[in-house]
Nanobody, 115 residues
Framework: QVQVVESGGGLVQPGGSLRLSCAVS????????MGWYRQAPGKQRELVAA???????NYADSVKGRFTISRDNAKNMMYLQMNSLKPEDTAVYYC?????????WGQGTQVTVSS
């Protein structure tokens, strides 16, 4: 059994910052690719950023230069530092951890950017 839990969401003003965390626990041998996704109301879930176990990263064009993804393999943790937040970043943010070729999703954490 694998558990994936996101935290760190909240309400922030435009231009502000938040740091999301993703904790993976349970029957884990190793975690492969990890990613942050988001889903805004009425829209499809989209990839925000992804990171390999070796640290290679990939970002959606809309967040490049503002968001930074990182992970701590020893702690089975992943992070998303979000700076210069915009109202259009408002969404539920989900963590995905690929374990043995299968995706494992968390329940999501709400991020709201509003004045």
């Amino acid at each position: 059994q694998v558990q994936v839990v996101e935290s760190g969401g909240g309400l922030v003003q435009p231009g502000g910052s938040l740091r999301l965390s993703c904790a993976v626990s349970g029957s884990i041998f190793s975690i492969g690719l990890m990613g942050w996704y988001r889903q805004a109301p009425g829209k499809q879930r989209e990839l925000v950023a992804a990171i390999t176990s070796g640290g290679s990263t990939n970002y959606a064009d809309s967040v490049k230069g503002r968001f930074t993804i990182s992970r701590d393999n020893a702690k089975n943790m992943m992070y998303l530092q979000m700076n210069s937040l915009k109202p259009e970043d408002t969404a539920v943010y989900y963590c995905d951890a690929n374990i043995r070729g299968l995706p494992h999703w968390g329940q999501g954490t709400q991020v709201t950017v509003s004045s």
